[in-house]
């Protein structure tokens, strides 16, 4: 984003949103060709995203929840490696420079920037012809060496993930109307699944704490069940999940209650941005102590087993249900 004198339409469109949100000593005010980020002794954990319209985001979604999506799905992918923000650069493709959008996107950035620490850098400006984007790459720092990769999970220790799965598929399915939003009767309850969808809830207060205690961890964006296989493939290990004991929020077990969702269509759903990992067993008790004082919820859905299949996803009944998807899929 770098600047100078404002003297094109970009140049204006940065100078008059972006520069007053990147007010980070190293953005040098977005004045020059790069910014500079200071390691501190730590290692970098640099982590990118990108959010497209029509396809993370809907056309009609208001640009304030679309900024903090952005930068939120980055700061999800920090938390689960472990690491505290650090700062993030910022990619916009936009089909014309609108200023009743660009003022609230620009706002609600910047007020993200500071409630999680996280200061805007820099980054690009660019038009398109096609959907809008949004792409972050966030840093963030961990004690070297000190990363939780996906890699580390060994046989008998707890699956664990933090908060509820699903509500963000369920609020799309809210925003799209159909059977679920004619379910969803509660206006208070459909306000918080679309919220769920459109404004994630990073776990940055819990980035320590995995740091601590977990042996590997990802976040949850793409499915709780295919980023379990991922997570499972990678460690070399295979996992056993009580579908039971999955966390719902009170909305979502109301729907599948009444059939009207399936707990399968949840943990395939996507976009939950909670924290998945694995826990030896005898940590599982400090890390929930330790997940409780920052105000987090945490759930053991499982085990990690030895092997190389698939995790399995075992009913109330002891059966294993086959999923016929596990995860969102971009292509």
Wanted: net charge negative; charged share 20%; hydrophobic share 45%.
């Amino acid at each position: 984003m770098a600047s100078g004198k404002p003297a094109s339409g970009e140049d204006s469109l940065i100078a008059r949103y972006f520069r007053p949100i990147a007010t980070d000593p190293g953005a040098f005010q977005l004045d020059d060709d790069a910014a500079a980020l200071r390691a501190n002794g730590d290692d970098i954990v640099v982590t990118t995203d990108a959010i497209v319209e029509g396809v993370h985001f809907l056309p009609d979604d208001p640009p304030d929840t679309i900024a903090r999506k952005a930068l939120r799905v980055n700061l999800s992918d920090l938390a689960a490696k472990g690491a505290t923000p650090a700062g993030f650069v910022l990619t916009l493709a936009l089909r014309s420079a609108d200023e009743g959008w660009l003022q609230p996107f620009a706002t609600a950035l910047g007020e993200d920037a500071v409630q999680f620490g996280c200061p805007l850098l820099g980054g690009d400006t660019v038009s398109t012809p096609g959907p809008a984007m949004i792409s972050v790459t966030a840093f963030g720092r961990v004690p070297a060496g000190k990363m939780v990769r996906r890699s580390g999970a060994r046989p008998g220790e707890r699956v664990m993930v933090t908060g509820t799965i699903g509500d963000a598929a369920l609020g799309l399915a809210v925003l799209k109307g159909g059977k679920v939003h004619a379910a969803a009767s509660d206006a208070a309850a459909r306000a918080m699944l679309v919220g769920r969808y459109r404004v994630p809830q990073p776990r940055v207060r819990l980035a320590e704490i995995v740091r601590a205690h977990a042996s590997a961890a990802m976040d949850v964006s793409d499915g709780l069940a295919g980023d379990l296989a991922k997570l499972c493939g990678v460690s070399g290990v295979s996992a056993v999940i009580d579908l039971a004991s999955i966390p719902l929020s009170d909305a979502a077990r109301d729907l599948v209650s009444r059939g009207v969702a399936g707990v399968e269509a949840l943990i395939a759903g996507g976009d939950d941005y909670e924290i998945l990992c694995t826990i030896p067993e005898d940590r599982v008790e400090a890390f929930a102590v330790a997940a409780e004082s920052v105000g987090i919820a945490v759930s053991s859905i499982g085990t990690v087993v030895g092997g190389t299949s698939a995790p399995k996803f075992i009913d109330q009944q002891g059966r294993e249900v086959a999923l016929e998807r596990l995860s969102y899929s971009h292509f």
